[in-house]
């Protein structure tokens, strides 16, 4: 018996390697083409692309491109939520126009203010504790959550194509990491779970910090302030920061994300980068350059001529959410 | 031939593990063992203190700690030599008294002015250039540039014991950073030769950084401020915006390094923290208490009673310098 499942073991690896497809969400177009080839170039020692696992770093923007993003950004709707349960159990912390509409549910009245508006109800909601707590909270919004569009637990929007992908690269030796304009401690709240991806590969924004003993106890808390925020140009930068090397592939999903492709792009050796665009209408959300969510505009103008690979929702992906059959 | 090599290589492997000391230049003392010991319980599954390998976090400060630090840290050292002979190039770049100082390889006169002295030419010699350009001048420097205390190279002057410590712990499946109030791009430039540590395992003190496309190639640059300092309340305050997770293992040697080991040491299952005592006059330097660079003070007051071990180094190490037999 052992013996029969040691060969059949062996066969499986060795006899049939073209069945195990890496992207099986993934329709045999030429995005798909395009993806696995620049893989099989970098890493066969004996291809002039080589490129050492040490180098072979990936990153990945999170909202929009490994999980969904509308009809906001779902860390500003859990800064929503825990704002209103806060401000029930306390009325005088909604002591600003803004805080006085998070704190009725009316999403309106906050993206009147913009985005100085949803950083204020992102700040009264996430700061003054430690990040231990901090994360518990996350952890227990997304275990029950629900998105109004989609009726799908956020946690369940995650992209199953992209989940693949970063496991595909994972298995070829790239060191995935994700380099989301959301904050760092959030998104660290689930990207094992979600990606496989550990909290030190996860590069965001994020609020001042305060170490103290509290209570007897060593504490790192989140402070007040926003000390940096992880978009545009912040991307190469809190890249440079965080990991120290120039990534050779780089994924994103709109135009915040086009400063980490140009420059992801621009060095030398064979590099790759990849636009999501939200082309799916019926089964996700179409949405591009008028969007005020993941704006997406000089990525499509310019990305095809540095030659960015457009992902095609709609085309190229045969099924969207992870957590949906 | 080959199958006695093979053979040998299977006695060598399977029937002396004793013989394969992890850390030779440690002396057989209580030390030692208590490192071993500590190492040997978390990584036993039978144990009850075993700790997964993802939360297996090991964070070692640098100066003082996995190389020396007198006369003073060697990257005011570079930073001195490196403004030098950026003044003579251009005189009017030494526009202040500390620069004056500086340009003139006066280091009393730049140590005059306190830790804002040093500061002010670490700014003026890091400032505006592109990181890579930057780390390839600290890698030149490091090729030629000597202690004037020991005639080695200041990259020979790395603790060959702690070397031997962080493969040990690396072997362990242990994720080992080094957490350095020193400049975490210095520090990248030689991390990986000098201890095995990749760019991405090292946090530490950093200017703000600025993303342009300078002359057609995108670029990311330090800027002329100093964002972060990665010392006292700000180790562990750079961890958890760094890492994410409290090290279980924290390893520095000055006050500096209190906090961080503090709160490593003071979290839930087996922690160790370990500060090494500079007690060897003959072949290193022998200072603690009053010394103006890396003071241990509260360290050695407090730490035995928290449970830390300290490294005698002119007892429990039978070799310094990496570089120097």
């Known amino acids: 018996m052992m013996m ?8 499986a690896t060795v006899a049939f ?14 995005t798909k083409e395009a993806i696995i ?8 020692p004996a291809s002039g692309d080589y490129v050492d696992p040490a180098d072979r770093i990936a990153v990945f923007d999170n909202d929009g491109n490994l999980w969904a993003e509308q009809p906001m950004y ?10 209103k ?32 508006g949803l950083l204020e109800v992102v700040q009264a909601s996430h700061s003054g504790m430690s990040i231990e707590a901090f994360q518990d909270s996350v952890r227990a919004w997304l275990d029950t959550a629900v998105n109004p569009k989609t009726g799908l637990r956020y946690r369940d929007m995650t992209y199953q194509p992209m989940v ?8 070829e030796d790239f060191q995935t990491y994700i380099v989301s304009g959301g904050g760092i401690q959030f998104v ?4 094992e779970d979600a990606y496989g991806i550990p909290p030190q590969n996860v590069v965001g924004s994020y609020l001042d910090y305060d170490y103290a003993v509290v209570d007897g106890a060593p504490t790192v808390s989140q402070g007040a302030d926003i000390a940096f925020i992880d978009d545009k140009a912040g991307k190469p930068e809190g890249i440079m920061r965080h990991i120290g090397l120039r990534p050779i592939f780089a994924s994103g999903n709109s135009d915040g994300d086009f400063d980490m492709l140009q420059w992801s792009t621009a060095g030398e050796g064979p590099r790759l980068g990849v636009l999501l665009h939200h082309t799916d ?25 540095l030659g960015w690979v457009i992902i095609d929702m709609a085309n190229d992906w045969n099924r969207i959410y992870a957590g949906a059959q």
């Open 4 to 11: 029969r499942f040691g060969l059949g073991l062996l066969l």
């Open 17 to 30: 390697p073209a069945l195990a497809d890496p992207l099986p969400s993934w329709n045999d177009t030429a």
């Open 37 to 44: 080839s620049f893989v099989e170039r970098v890493t066969d």
């Open 74 to 83: 779902f860390q500003f709707i859990f800064a929503l939520d825990t704002f």
């Open 85 to 116: 349960t806060m401000a029930a159990a306390d009325p005088s912390l909604a002591k600003t126009d803004v805080l006085r509409a998070a704190a009725a549910g009316d999403l309106g009245g906050v993206m009147a203010a913009g985005e100085a």
């Open 164 to 171: 693949e992908l970063l496991r595909y690269l994972r298995d």
């Open 188 to 191: 660290r709240a689930f990207s």
């Open 281 to 305: 209408g019926v089964r996700e959300f179409a949405y591009d350059r008028d969007s005020h969510i993941g704006r997406l505009n000089r990525g499509l103008d310019e990305g095809p001529g």
